[in-house]
Each structure stands twice: as C-alpha cells, then as structure tokens.
C-alpha cells in the first residue's frame, strides 16, 4: 500500500546537480551561493535586502533582537502556530500575549489583538497559517496607532500573494521570516531567511547572524573587525543556498499544483476547511479539515496509509506556557475549537489525479 504523509520535499537533478556543484568548489559556506539566493529572494519578494539564516526559528530571534525587544516587553502572536513564533520573544527575555483567531481563516483576529494590546507590547508577530496571509493591512493600522513593530512569521507562506504584495514584501511590516525546512514549500534542508526594507535593521541581521562582528570602514581592508553587539553563529550554508535558489526556480509551479490540489479537496470532500479571504492568493502550505472524532479519524488513516497531522496544539495550552505564563484551556475558543476538530490532509506538489482519487477513497472510508 503506498503511504501518503501529510507533506513532503520535492527534489529532482536541477536540484542536486547545484549542491554538487558546490561540493566541487573552494567554498562550502560563507561564499557565492549564500549572497546569490538572498538577491533571488529579494527579486522574487520585492523586498530590499534579506539575511539568510539557519533556520526560522534563528531568523525569529534575531528579529527580535534586532528590534531591541527584551526584558518587560510583551510581544503578541496567534495560539494556532508553530511553537517558534512565540519561543523566540522569551528568547530575547520578552513575554507573549496570544490573541485568538479568525473562524474562517483561522488566522490571527485583528480584533482580538487590540484587546491585549499593553503599555508593555512592543511587536505583534502575525503568522500566515496555511500560506494564507493574515489581513495585513489592519494589523498594520494597529501597529501604527500603538507605535508597535510587525514581523511577519511567513514559514507556511513563501510563494504567497497579500493583494498586490508578494508576502516577504514588508510592505505592511518592518520584517518577514521564512523557513526552508523539508515540510515547508521550498527546502534547504534546513535554513531560513529575513527580509526587511530598513538599511538599519538589514546590518543589524547581518551581524546578529555572525557573532556580532562589524567590518566596515577602513576594516574591509585588512584583519579588522569589530564585535559591537552579542551575536550568534546563525549562518546559512552555501551547500544549503545553492539548493535554496534551485528551488526557489520551481516556485510558481508549485504553487500552481498547491493551489490545485485544494481545489480538488475543496470540490470533492465535504468537510469544513479554511477559507481564503478577498485579499489573498495563496501558495497553501497545509491542508486541514475539522471532523468529528478526530482521534479515531486518524488512527484509522494511518491505518489506511495516511500519515495525518494536527496543526497545531494552541501553544497556550503547551505546559511551559500554562506554567510561565497562566494560561489555561477556555482563554482562546475559538482557537481551541479549531484545535479540537482539525486535521492536515496530504498537501505536495507531486500527488498527482491518481493519488488524489485513492486518497479521497481512503478518506471515505475513515470518516
Ligand atoms: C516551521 C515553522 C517555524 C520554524 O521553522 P524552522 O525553520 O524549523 O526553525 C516557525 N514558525 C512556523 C509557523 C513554522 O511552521
């Protein structure tokens, strides 16, 4: 029986061909590849200047870092994340406020985030769930009335459209952040990256990234360096760039067969699924659809060679976040309503009609 897991990487020779080329060469990091996939991204977001990092979650920290966002502020996300958007502000010694979700989008509510806007809130960090960008506009009107930062946790979303705006764009935000891990759209194996329009947070990235070292003025010259800041070694490899811009190039067809895929679910299963909003083109990243009996729908999946997963846990109800901050089950409903009922469904670029059919036989007989 073949096993459909709920995403995977897409790699073909173009792919492999390129990180070859890079074992071949002088420089396995620190060389070429690294500048030339960040301008690949710039190019395809419209951003101005990007920093590859190790991963989001590294990019995520940095972010916040570069902000200044420390000790007594407060950040707020959406409880329907990956753990990493709201990990990375105690990181930086900040602490994290949620603000519960829109029922069709399952996206971070801008309504709700006013309500737990403080003295203390300093950045709100929407994440695009599924690849569907968050209404980004309206967060932006909060941020600038409060005179709060956006950063943008875009790891379900490279590829995404906001209108007429490339996520990535920064057009409603001061920065963006992307993953490139192997259950997300485009992979590096591991890796990351952060785009941002200001010169001055685009150097303090930089040198976040790398030890905080500085090497500018008469130091590019010779040995000089300086180290002004506490940084980390963040860095992204050129073996993992090299891939980074092979994949990069398959974007939009990706993209494409996502978006078909949804559509076929959409069309051919009658289950409640997310919504896509007016303002959105999504480049989905999940597919997930709320049953009943969650549980045993997806034991008898697996059963079925269905390797399922539920996106997410509410990370309020994680028992680090119950016991640092309070939180406790009944603070955000209609997140945990989602919680409660929601199931990803196999979602790549290489199930082709075939596989949908058999997935969609399966599927009936689970629910
Ligand atoms: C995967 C993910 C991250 C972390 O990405 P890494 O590259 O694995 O560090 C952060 N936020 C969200 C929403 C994610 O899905």
Known sequence: MKIYNYGKQFLDDTDKKSVQEVLDSDYLTCGPKVKEFEEAICKYTGAKYCVSVSSATAGLHIAMLAL????GDEIITTPITFLASANCAIYAGASVKFADVEEKTININPAEIKKHLSEKTKAIVPVH????SCNMEEIYKIAKENNLYIIEDAAHAIGSNYKDTKVGSCKFSDMTVFSFHPVKTITTGEGGA?????EELYKRLLAL????????GEMKNNWEYEMRILGYN??????QAALGISQLKKLEAFKRRRREIVEFYNK???LKHIEEAEYSNACFHLYPVMVNERKDFYFKARENGLNLQVHYIPVHLQPYYKEKFGYKKGDYPVAEEYYDHCISLPLYPELNSKDLDEIIKRLRKCL
Not at 194 to 198: I, K, L, M, P
Not at 209 to 216: A, E, W
């Open 68 to 71: 200044g966002v420390g000790y």
């Open 129 to 132: 769930f599924a690849g569907q």
């Open 194 to 198: 952060v785009t941002t329009n200001n």
């Open 209 to 216: 990234r790398s030890h905080g070292m500085y090497k500018d």
């Open 234 to 239: 963040y860095r992204m490899t050129d073996i």
């Open 268 to 270: 051919n299963l009658n």
